[in-house]
């Protein structure tokens, strides 16, 4: 319908003088900054040209998303000028114009109901100066909010589908490469510093301090971005992509394998080294755990990596013992009385060579044994969640082309409005239900997630390393829960993921 006839329906309290117009364009592209240009003429020509009508100012958000209205300035700008009195009417294209969250689009009409002020939509030919009208809105909006998510989800699905492809293209390079992933010499240069300097005894503040050149973006070094760079696998020459990801929620999580990874081995020219960066990654570790360490006993049982680590067959625990340069762990109840347990101490570096032998292991076997076991964890009766997540997914997509569907019917008059509304409002109680559910399943990490989530980040580390030649303690610390020693010929080593594998000793 014409605005010309939705301004005629409109019947204010009081004669409206000051009104004013919301828009707002997703993304900074000259064909959206041509639809923005064009949306403040028609408003401008409109409410000036109205009889009785003052334009009070025509408020626009360019190139930001209309997910939440506390990242859109102009929009909040419009709100407090509402709030001083300066404005007795608002004006915009369409419900998805003003807001894609239904809480934040009612919370708006709401909040100018509650002044007086109504706000017209043109699209939907809907005014909210009629009480009626919140019902439909409710509606709308949600349908708006459907609209962002689905959009959302086909943007992921594109991401997700570059990474997999490779060609996706990063948008922020790790300082040392640039956008094609080429080395910048003189950066190279200063990763390569700030990592020996860290490996060489020095805090990371103190580098931060030290360094002389410029930081990327912000041009101060930070002992938190000295942190974030030292934890960068991409140093290595390999690219993880995926590491954080947004909800339905429109909030961004760290990704704990709720979304697809995305790995590349050898995807660019390295600056640091394997042994480099898995030094420094144990070196972070153990001085975390330092600043972490509370009391003397904590700090005793954490001092050792094999410490509380080592379980007896006979069920005693281990006891670290040096002598001269050679190291050994010794069951406490064979030290005490060596007929009640056989087992004679341990050297710690055969428990160090069995591990790398078991690793190998992995590395070499790994789509024949961790790839099929990933999969029948998530396969498992028990995990169940997943199945349902996928159902849920599919339920709620199905909703939002059902109501699409109502909609199309309506502007074709093949269906009745009460009879759409009745049908639509059913809809939407059934896609809160679905995203209820939904909300608490991924919240919910139990047994099986957690051995999940192992197995993952256990088969993202063997498919980007090569055979292992060396013993690495933070892969250990990361993937051994405990170990049991069988005699002095054997050992089972039993990972976080739940895999209990055995190795000669």
Not at 118 to 131: A, G
Request: charged share 25%; aromatic share 8%.
């Amino acid at each position: 319908m014409e605005t010309k006839k939705i301004m005629q329906n409109f019947i204010p309290s009081r004669e409206l003088k000051r009104v004013a117009a919301y828009c707002r364009v997703s993304t900074g592209s000259d064909e959206q900054l041509k639809s923005l240009k064009a949306q403040r003429e028609h408003y401008q020509h409109y409410i000036s040209n109205h009889p009785g009508w003052e334009l009070a100012g025509i408020y626009y958000d360019e190139g930001i998303s209309g997910t939440k209205k506390n990242k859109r300035p102009e929009l909040l700008h419009l709100l407090r000028d509402c709030a001083a009195h300066q404005i007795d009417l608002v004006i915009t294209k369409s419900i998805s114009r003003l807001a894609r969250n239904a809480a934040d689009c009612l919370d708006i009409v709401r909040q100018l109901k509650d002044l007086n002020i109504p706000i017209i939509f043109e699209r939907e030919n809907l005014n909210t100066s009629n009480m009626d009208d919140e019902f439909i809105l409710t509606v709308l909006s949600s349908m708006a909010e459907s609209e962002s998510k689905s959009i959302a989800a086909n943007n992921r699905w594109s991401i997700q589908t570059r990474m997999a492809n490779g060609y996706f293209k990063v948008s922020t390079p790790p300082y040392g490469y640039d956008r094609n992933f080429e080395i910048i010499p003189s950066q190279a240069k200063v990763v390569k510093q700030i990592f020996t300097d860290f490996l060489n005894g020095q805090s990371s503040l103190t580098i931060a301090k030290n360094l002389t050149v410029p930081a990327p973006s912000v041009g101060k070094w930070s002992d938190s971005t000295i942190r974030t760079m030292l934890r960068n696998e991409s140093y290595t020459g390999n690219l993880r992509l995926q590491k954080t990801y947004t909800d339905d929620a429109f909030n961004r999580h760290i990704n704990y394998d709720e979304e697809t990874m995305t790995w590349y081995q050898g995807h660019h020219e390295p600056i640091i080294s394997f042994d480099e960066f898995e030094r420094t990654r144990a070196l972070l570790t153990q001085r975390a755990k330092q600043r972490n360490t509370k009391t003397r006993s904590q700090k005793y049982r954490q001092k050792y990596l094999f410490s509380g680590k080592l379980n007896c067959h006979c069920g005693g625990t281990f006891k670290r013992q040096k002598k001269a340069k050679r190291v050994t762990w010794t069951c406490q109840t064979h030290i005490k009385e060596k007929k009640s347990c056989p087992v004679k101490p341990v050297d710690e570096r055969q428990i160090e060579v069995a591990f790398v032998t078991m690793i190998n292991k992995l590395i070499f076997s790994r789509t024949k044994l961790l790839q099929p076991y990933l999969q029948s964890l998530r396969n498992q009766p028990a995990n169940h969640k997943y199945k349902r997540i996928k159902e849920l997914e599919s339920a709620i997509l199905s909703n939002t082309e059902k109501r699409d569907t109502l909609m199309t019917m309506l502007s074709q008059d093949l269906i009745e409005p009460k009879e759409m509304m009745t049908k639509m409002t059913k809809l939407i109680d059934q896609s809160n239900q679905y995203r209820q559910e939904l909300s608490k399943l991924r919240s919910t990490i139990g047994k099986n997630d957690s051995l999940i989530i192992a197995t993952r980040e256990l088969l993202n580390y063997v498919d980007s390393h090569p055979i292992q030649t060396e013993f690495n303690p933070r892969l250990f610390e990361e993937a051994v829960e405990k170990i049991t020693i069988e005699d002095n010929s054997h050992l089972v080593f039993h990972l976080f993921c739940g895999l209990n594998l055995p190795e000669r000793i």
